[in-house]
């Protein structure tokens, strides 16, 4: 059982579609994250959770919608969204404090904006 | 602004030696990671530095040089597997990382 688990490993939506993406992690971490990857750009992040408490939204459009139910699952609700937005949609999750703080990313989710 | 910069793609022959560079200019420094890649995986952590010099961990290494703003990953005796992209990343003053586009490396037999 890998550390970081995401479902599904592959979506193809329409614009007035609504999907959820899941994570689980089972490594005992605190903080979790969203990002965004998309070819040859850097990593983006939009959302991260520390102690199941929302710290920080980089300017994330409202058609994603984070939550965070407890310290080991994350989920990105998905509505209305735009052809730009088809990426590969990592969750990782760290142990706030560890020297280093280092991420573990799930295998990611493919999305297609048809 | 902040930025990474990395090569978009370099190519290796299996067996041989290959430096990946990475300089940044960030807003404060509090460590550099290197990620791997593998197609349609997930990254996963191979080196952090935080001072000065070269890190060492089997085939690969790390170098950091903060006056330079620079940092290259080394991998040595180059096998198949080693073809991935190779993500580096700063983490600024403020704890946040800021991440290159990274590397893809190509190896031939």
């Known amino acids: 059982e890998t550390g970081v688990t995401q479902t599904p490993r592959h979506l193809v939506m329409g614009m007035t579609n609504k999907k959820s993406l899941k994570c689980e992690q089972h490594?005992?971490?605190?903080?979790m994250y969203w990002y965004k990857q998309s070819a040859k750009k850097p990593l983006e992040l939009m959302f991260v959770?520390?102690?199941?408490?929302?710290?920080e939204n980089n300017s994330v459009p409202s058609r994603f919608s984070p939550e965070c139910p407890n310290s080991s699952h994350l989920f990105l609700h998905l509505h209305t969204l735009q052809p730009e937005d088809s990426a590969l949609y990592l969750c990782?999750?760290?142990?706030?404090?560890?020297?280093?703080?280092?991420?573990?990313f799930g295998s990611g989710t493919q999305l297609s904006v048809l | 602004g902040q930025n990474i910069d990395q090569p978009t793609e370099m190519t290796a022959t299996e067996g041989a030696i290959v430096q990946i560079n990475c300089t940044y200019q960030t807003s404060g420094f509090n460590g550099l990671f290197w990620y791997q890649q593998h197609a349609g995986e997930a990254p996963t952590f191979l080196s952090y530095n935080v001072l000065d010099g070269l890190e060492e961990k089997g085939r690969f290494s790390s170098f950091l040089s903060r006056s330079k703003g620079y940092s290259y990953l080394l991998l040595k005796e180059l096998q198949m597997k080693d073809s991935a992209s190779y993500l580096c990343?700063?983490?600024?003053?403020?704890?946040?990382?800021?991440w290159g586009a990274g590397t893809k490396l190509i190896i031939k037999p």
């Open positions: 990782a999750s760290s142990q706030e404090g560890g020297q280093p703080e280092k991420l573990f």
């Open positions: 959770y520390s102690l199941e408490e929302r710290v």
């Open positions: 990343a700063v983490m600024d003053s403020n704890y946040q990382l800021i």
């Open positions: 490594l005992g971490h605190n903080a």
